[in-house]
């Protein structure tokens, strides 16, 4: 099992930026990827970015591509999403979760097996 903890949303002005984190423990994550994920109020839960824990490979979804970056750090268990450039657009809960099929890019929700709980993002404009 996967445990996936988030951290590093907030408020923020359009135009600026945000790091967010998520933690991660349990078993070895050599064969995941960990994705992000974002839900704004009354829509659906959408793809946002994704990464391979042993390469580093990563895929964006077109919206954030170019403004965001997801990285990991092996060392930490920790994958993070740097996000600049807000617009209120940007406004959602941002999810991470772990996955370990065999297709990649998986940009499919429900093909993740593990879920942090949330990190709330608001850009004001």
């Known amino acids: 099992q996967v445990q996936l903890v988030e951290s590093g949303g907030g408020l923020v002005q359009a135009g600026g930026f945000l790091r967010l984190s998520c933690a991660a423990s349990g078993r070895t994550f050599s064969r995941y990827r960990i994705g992000w994920f974002r839900q704004a109020p009354g829509k659906e839960r959408e793809f946002v970015a994704v990464?391979?824990?042993?390469?580093?490979?990563?895929y964006y979804a077109a919206s954030v591509k170019g403004r965001f970056t997801i990285s990991r750090d092996n060392a930490k268990n920790t994958v993070y999403l740097q996000m600049n450039s807000l617009n209120a657009e940007d406004t959602a809960v941002y999810y991470c979760?772990?996955?370990?099929?065999?297709?990649?890019?998986?940009?499919?929700?429900?093909?993740?097996?593990?879920w942090g709980q949330g990190t709330k993002v608001t850009v004001s404009s």
């Open positions: 979760a772990s996955e370990m099929g065999v297709r990649f890019p998986e940009v499919r929700a429900g093909a993740y097996d593990y």
């Open positions: 990464i391979t824990w042993s390469v580093g490979d990563t």
